[in-house]
């Protein structure tokens, strides 16, 4: 083993090979010529960053420019994007959004002159916090450059100001595909403690009073997972990291194993000596491709330096990962079910009499952790419990990252301490509501998270908080909905999603979740009737109590949550048959205003029943007797002519 | 695993002892408890699909619902199996399988003796199967075809032959006899059996002696195949072959 042509001169053996890799990442981060970086994770791609990057590089290669290019992860701004951040000797670091091509070969003109390109800017930075330096890492930067203030700094751009970034430390700072960055920015250097200084024992203290608690969702204390799991009797135990992520529109996992995979592994193989494991898989869901390769070449250098296989940085630890790959469903992220996977079975829950920490994949001690849990571990075990329990709050420590979306002007990825109010993500974090609208609910947790109203805006975010009202932490989404939101209708769309993604297995959860459906979908229809709101909650109740795994057991939220809170709009929908949100086209009455009207012709043409009557200069005008309420005018029309009452 | 470990518990209120991890259903039967159930057979490994055999669970000051059919005893534990939330979970769960099994008289039962009289929600054309993997287990675990297993999830979710086809299918009949909804039919015409919801067709085994039709040829040939019985094994029909 281990020969695979490159001999064994590669391996890091001890701390001075690893202080030499630093060095070599430093030079790469920081090097002594201009480097441009584009944010390449999906997200970047979806946003175009790979057209940006193709022609940056070859406008280098036409005007033959000695200037490095390089991929990164993402900074998390994701509505920005793409961003494309210049490193120049003797310059702050300077991040420029909303790129495009022809931009990108503009800048590189202004580069070459010596400019700043200001109005591109998104921000600059000075300084780098890195968590296992004392100090933060300033640049140098050359006098002469004091029209730099016009680009504000990264600290004071609001929708990083807010922040800390301990799981996402290292995402848009490094080249993903690189160890030496990521050991430059001390990577591997907790490993190299841990198996050198530190006891099993220890470890767990460290990770227990941390008060670290899960990522996936449930916030089941680690350092307690993993006692029981190095207790639990066995002849060989695993660590699994779950990297599932099937809440349609978060992304925070794909963005850790895109932007920087060493944090994972890292975490993994400190979790594993903890544990007394030495295999490990990460299940990644099949749509994460991206994750898939970065996390693919980053085991593979590990490998290739010592840092996995045999005999550990020469310390005697064996630790060896596989990647499996998930087909998708939702409830493949379950653990029961995710183990069911791996073992190549259907992904379906199974009872958890038996706990999964001491008879989990092919009946042995198993534990599973998510992928921001283990990237959090290096920080902890590095920094040290009581660094890290000075962080959160009471009962969740820590930050937690959220994908924050919807109806708000910054959207994104956002890393945040624990007990930050609702109002500080949206209003400081987020910069408020677009178009002037009125905040009404922010759905937190994933699909079976439940909708928080504006009177609860001053909520601290944590573990309990959020359970306490009626939703949860789940894996972190964040949906924020204005006015024009309706209630019923958002529970009726998440309860659509569950009802598919159940597993099927539970009466409760299977035909719970459908039947709950069934009535929003009629309430949404005009056809609710008296009861149904008790017939849907003691459906919510029997799904709850009477299921088997947390699917089932959440699946209620949405429907509970937004009965809690806007119980009135039920009402309205089931006696007055309104909508007062005006999104329920069975509910509504179209009419086309003469006065904004165009008359474009464009709604009669549209219209599937020709219910539109008018022509060219004449006002067009709708008969209410012919009207199926489809909404299809007041979709098409230019001027938003067509009221709804 | 080697020797027997006794676990001492109570069930509503009265002491039972049974064998530790065995499952809190069939000991509660035993002792002669009513819980309702659908889905557990003890010819096959317990699921814990169906959610009816539920009861409450005390266990080190803390109680929930669960389902008892795959719950394994510990000692010390305290079972109730007809508190107010169990009876309220039976009827709801009864009232959402009646909409699926309108037909079936075990569900009827079950639901009218809970005071289910009807259900409000919209009767389903699944042909009466709630979905229990009776069927499922029994060929995979007993007859040893795996010839049916679940097709799809959430409410799309259904049991079949894969790919609709059922190729791997014996004809034996063991889920007909376990299915709680009758809903798996079993025809004979001639000598040909048919399992109506596989859609499987297979030609009986013709007995030499008497001359009737009595197992499918199939099945006959995949049993000496598979325990390597001397082709003309199957020549008689057990009749015959017992008379012999
Ligand atoms: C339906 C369902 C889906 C889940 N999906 C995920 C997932 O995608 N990723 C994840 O880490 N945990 C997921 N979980 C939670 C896991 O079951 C498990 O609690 C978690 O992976 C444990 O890791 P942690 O302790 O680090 O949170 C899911 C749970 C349920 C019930
Ligand atoms: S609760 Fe739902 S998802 Fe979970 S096992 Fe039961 S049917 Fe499957
Ligand atoms: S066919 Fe019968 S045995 Fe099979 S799952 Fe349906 S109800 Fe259960
Ligand atoms: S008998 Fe226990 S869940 Fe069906």
């Known amino acids: 083993m281990g020969d695979d042509g490159k001999g064994d001169g590669m391996k890091v053996r001890g701390l001075e090979d690893l202080k030499k890799l630093r060095e070599e990442g430093l030079t790469r981060i920081y090097p002594d010529q201009v480097k441009i970086t584009v944010g390449m994770a999906t997200c970047g791609i979806s946003a175009g960053a790979n057209r940006v990057y193709e022609a940056i590089r070859e406008g280098i290669e036409k005007e033959k420019l000695s200037i490095i290019l390089a991929k990164s992860g993402c900074l998390g701004f994701c509505q920005r994007e793409p961003l494309v951040d210049v490193w120049r000797p003797g310059f702050p670091r300077i991040i420029y959004e909303e790129m495009t091509p022809e931009k990108g070969v503009e800048l590189l003109g202004e580069i070459f002159n010596g400019g700043l390109k200001k109005e591109w800017a998104l921000c600059r930075m000075e300084e780098e916090v890195l968590f296992f330096e004392d100090e933060p890492l300033r640049y140098k930067i050359e006098s002469g450059l004091e029209d730099r203030d016009a680009i504000p700094l990264y600290q004071d751009v609001g929708f990083y100001r807010k922040q800390l970034k301990i799981a996402l430390r290292n995402c848009g ?190 009946d042995r001690p198993t534990n599973l952790n998510n992928v921001e849990t283990w990237a959090n571990v290096p920080v902890i075990v590095e920094k040290g419990a009581d660094w890290y329990n000075k962080i959160g709050t009471e009962g969740s420590k820590g930050t937690k990252i959220f994908s924050l979306v919807g109806k708000i002007n910054n959207t994104g990825l956002i890393e945040v301490p624990m007990g930050m109010t609702l109002r500080e993500v949206i209003y400081d974090i987020g910069e408020g509501i677009p178009e002037g609208k009125q905040f009404k609910a922010v759905q937190t947790g994933g699909p079976s998270g439940g909708c928080i109203p504006d009177k609860l805006l001053d909520l601290p975010v944590d573990f309990d908080e959020l359970t306490k009202v009626g939703s949860m932490m789940g894996s972190g989404g964040m949906i924020v909905m204005d006015e024009s939101t309706c209630m019923v209708d958002v529970a009726k769309y998440f309860t659509d999603f569950l009802k598919d993604e159940s597993c099927g297995k539970c009466t409760s959860c299977r035909d719970g979740t459908l039947r709950m459906y069934e009535i929003l979908d009629n309430i949404t229809k005009g056809k609710g009737k008296e009861g149904d709101i008790e017939l849907l909650e003691e459906l919510a109740w029997v799904t709850a109590e009477a299921s088997l795994c947390a699917l089932g057991q959440t699946a209620p939220n949405p429907v509970l949550s937004t009965i809690r809170y806007f119980r009135d709009e039920y009402e309205a929908h089931i006696r007055d048959k309104k909508c007062p949100a005006k999104v329920c086209n069975e509910l509504l009455t179209f009419t086309i205003d003469p006065e904004a009207c165009i008359a474009c012709l464009k709604c009669k043409k549209l219209c599937p029943v020709e219910a539109i009557t008018g022509e060219k200069k004449v006002p067009h005008e709708i008969d209410q007797s012919i009207c199926i309420k489809c909404g299809t005018c007041r979709e098409v029309c230019p001027v938003d002519a067509v009221r709804v009452e | 695993m080697a020797d027997k470990e006794m676990v001492r518990f109570a069930i509503d209120g009265q002491e039972v002892e049974a064998e530790k991890g065995t499952m809190l259903l069939p000991v509660a039967l035993e002792y002669g408890f009513e819980i309702p159930h659908l889905c557990y057979h003890e010819a096959v490994s317990p699921y814990g699909a169906c959610r009816l055999c539920l009861v409450e669970v005390t266990k080190r000051g803390r109680t929930r619902l669960t389902t008892s059919c795959n719950y394994p005893v510990d000692e010390g534990i305290d079972v109730t199996t007809d508190s107010e939330d169990i009876q309220r979970a039976r009827r709801m769960i009864l009232e959402l399988l009646l909409a699926r099994a309108p037909h079936s008289e075990r569900i009827k039962k079950l639901a009218y003796e809970a005071g289910i009289k009807e259900t409000r929600f919209s009767l389903m054309d699944v042909g009466d199967c709630i979905l229990c993997g009776l069927c499922e287990r029994v060929c995979r675990e007993v007859v040893g075809a795996d010839a049916i297993s679940f097709i799809s999830r959430g409410d799309k979710r259904d049991v079949g032959p894969p790919f609709a086809d059922p190729i791997a299918c014996i004809a ?29 067709t297979l030609k009986m085994q013709e007995c030499k002696s008497c001359g009737k039709p009595f197992a499918p040829l199939f099945q006959l040939n995949w049993i000496i195949d598979k325990v390597n019985l001397p082709k003309d094994f199957y020549d008689l029909c057990p009749v015959c072959r017992a008379g012999r």
């Open chain 1, 173 to 362: 700072y490094i080249d993903p595909e690189s160890i030496e960055d990521y050991i430059a920015r001390g990577g591997y250097f907790t490993l190299y403690k841990v198996l050198n200084e530190m006891k099993p024992e220890e470890i767990i203290e460290e990770a227990k009073r941390s008060g670290l608690r899960g990522r996936g969702g449930a916030g089941f204390p680690t350092g307690r997972k993993w006692e029981s799991c190095r207790r639990a009797e066995g002849d060989k135990r695993y660590v699994v990291c779950n990297a599932d992520e099937g809440d349609p529109g978060a992304y925070m996992d794909r963005s850790v194993l895109e932007g920087d995979p060493h944090s994972v592994l890292e975490g993994m193989l400190i979790g594993a000596y903890a544990i007394g494991a030495h295999e490990g898989y990460i299940y990644v869901r099949n749509e994460y491709p991206l994750a898939v390769k970065n996390m693919g070449t980053a085991i593979k250098k590990a490998e290739e330096m010592g840092l996995l296989g045999e005999d550990i940085l020469g310390s005697g630890f064996d630790f060896t990962i596989k990647i499996n790959r998930g087909g998708g469903a939702f409830v493949a992220g379950e653990s029961t079910a995710l183990m069911a996977s791996i073992e190549g079975y259907v992904a379906e829950p199974r009872a958890k009499h038996i706990h999964t920490v001491e008879s989990g994949l092919w």
């Open chain 2, 172 to 200: 034996c009949g063991a889920c007909v006899y376990i299915c709680p909804t009758d809903c798996i039919k079993m025809e004979e015409r001639g000598d040909e059996r048919t399992i109506v919801k596989w859609n499987r």
